[in-house]
């Protein structure tokens, strides 16, 4: 049964250009890749799971070997560290890094809207808004985690500093829901299902949600860029080829994605991603969909944003002179584009 599900999603996709994918994986400089990711069942991640899924990799002549990490800082670590050839990561960490005079370059965008959500626990009962943190145990996936960068900017949008609250890493899954159910926690910054769940089992109250474009704007006053596909200078000049077809297998997902239905995301799943309930499951992913990018573009408008909002946090980001056209380019999605979309 599985397999036909399987079956009938690809089919679906079979139709997005893949003559024109052929005709680019010719001669690849690295067929082996290694691609580090930190949460990777959290929704923030879906296309890294339905690239892999639907076959994507393998039809563009790569053999990937994708490595889940407790967040999106120690997925970074393994970049920088060697262990890694490329991430699905924040979008912040290309600025971040830049700063550190170690830098790192998106390809594709995957997300353009953070998908976070900040929520206070109920069972701890000591945060009726965000005005309460100050002094509080707020869990996030992982320290320096995109989910850190956001508790740190509303902090300090409200005139604190981010050591003014305990940042505790509870991970995005499992490990999340029971901090929450435990009360080891004040409040809780994370994505979905596991806000999903732990608003439907009613032990959290959302204070700020980016899953939808209103409340992006809200919380960072325009749009802000989530999930990318990144990578040092130094792989893209020595594997533009490779770059090329990764970068592909991401835009022909996000193309899926778009004109995919609910049932067809689902289909394509593996049953422990659903937490036990496949209906939440869904409830949450259509909650999220609106985060995903359609094309895989990224816009100066949310580097803009992003980098204010580091500003505001980093003093290694203030401090330096960040040339944002160094954090990304558009480059290998347009190629894609022009191809998928013949």
Same mark, same amino acid.
């Given at each position: 049964?599985?397999?036909?599900?399987?079956?009938?999603?690809?089919?679906?996709?079979?139709?997005?250009?893949?003559?024109?994918?052929?005709?680019?994986?010719?001669?690849?400089?690295?067929?082996?890749?290694?691609?580090?990711?930190?949460?990777?069942?959290?929704?923030?991640?879906?296309?890294?799971?339905?690239?892999?899924?639907?076959?994507?990799?393998?039809?563009?002549?790569?053999?990937?070997?994708?490595?889940?990490?407790?967040?999106?800082?120690?997925?970074?670590?393994?970049?920088?560290?060697?262990?890694?050839?490329?991430?699905?990561?924040?979008?912040?960490?290309?600025?971040?890094?830049?700063?550190?005079?170690?830098?790192?370059?998106?390809?594709?965008?995957?997300?353009?809207?953070?998908?976070?959500?900040?929520?206070?626990?109920?069972?701890?009962?000591?945060?009726?808004?965000?005005?309460?943190?100050?002094?509080?145990?707020?869990?996030? @996936?992982?320290?320096?985690?995109? +989910?850190?960068?956001? !508790? #740190?900017?509303?902090? *300090?949008?409200?005139? =604190? %500093?981010?050591?003014?609250?305990?940042?505790?890493?509870?991970?995005?899954?499992?490990?999340?829901?029971?901090?929450?159910?435990?009360?080891?926690?004040?409040?809780?910054?994370?994505?979905?299902?596991?806000?999903?769940?732990?608003?439907?089992?009613?032990?959290?109250?959302?204070?700020?949600?980016?899953?939808?474009?209103?409340?992006?704007?809200?919380?960072?006053?325009?749009?802000?860029?989530?999930?990318?596909?990144?990578?040092?200078?130094?792989?893209?000049?020595?594997?533009?080829?490779?770059?090329?077809?990764? @970068?592909?297998?991401?835009?022909? +997902?996000?193309?899926? !994605? #778009?004109?995919?239905? *609910?049932?067809?995301? =689902? %289909?394509?799943?593996?049953?422990?991603?659903?937490?036990?309930?496949?209906?939440?499951?869904?409830?949450?992913?259509?909650?999220?969909?609106?985060?995903?990018?359609?094309?895989?573009?990224?816009?100066?408008?949310?580097?803009?944003?992003?980098?204010?909002?580091?500003?505001?946090?980093?003093?290694?980001?203030?401090?330096?002179?960040?040339?944002?056209?160094?954090?990304?380019?558009?480059?290998?999605?347009?190629?894609?584009?022009?191809?998928?979309?013949?």
């Amino acid at each position: 049964m599985m397999l036909k599900s399987l079956m009938a999603a690809a089919a679906v996709a079979l139709t997005l250009g893949t003559a024109g994918l052929a005709a680019a994986q010719q001669n690849l400089e690295k067929t082996d890749i290694k691609i580090a990711v930190g949460g990777k069942p959290l929704l923030y991640y879906l296309p890294l799971t339905l690239a892999e899924r639907l076959g994507y990799f393998k039809d563009a002549g790569l053999n990937v070997q994708i490595n889940d990490f407790g967040g999106g800082a120690k997925s970074l670590q393994a970049l920088i560290g060697g262990s890694a050839d490329v991430v699905t990561g924040a979008y912040d960490h290309t600025i971040q890094m830049q700063a550190k005079s170690q830098p790192i370059v998106a390809v594709a965008q995957l997300g353009r809207y953070p998908g976070i959500v900040l929520a206070s626990v109920n069972k701890a009962g000591t945060i009726k808004s965000v005005n309460d943190l100050k002094g509080k145990k707020v869990g996030v @996936t992982a320290p320096g985690s995109s +989910t850190n960068f956001m !508790l #740190n900017h509303v902090l *300090t949008s409200m005139g =604190l %500093k981010p050591e003014d609250a305990s940042v505790i890493g509870v991970g995005g899954g499992p490990s999340a829901i029971a901090a929450i159910k435990r009360g080891e926690i004040d409040a809780i910054v994370n994505l979905d299902p596991v806000i999903s769940q732990a608003q439907a089992d009613g032990d959290i109250t959302v204070l700020l949600d980016t899953r939808t474009e209103k409340g992006t704007m809200d919380v960072y006053g325009g749009p802000y860029p989530a999930a990318v596909l990144y990578m040092k200078p130094d792989f893209i000049k020595e594997n533009p080829k490779t770059t090329q077809a990764l @970068t592909d297998v991401f835009v022909r +997902t996000m193309l899926w !994605l #778009n004109k995919a239905s *609910t049932d067809d995301v =689902l %289909k394509v799943l593996p049953e422990e991603y659903f937490l036990g309930n496949k209906s939440l499951y869904a409830q949450a992913f259509e909650h999220s969909k609106p985060t995903y990018s359609p094309d895989g573009r990224f816009t100066q408008a949310g580097a803009d944003a992003a980098l204010k909002v580091l500003k505001a946090f980093d003093p290694a980001v203030a401090s330096t002179n960040i040339d944002l056209s160094k954090t990304y380019t558009n480059q290998y999605v347009e190629d894609s584009l022009k191809r998928l979309q013949q």
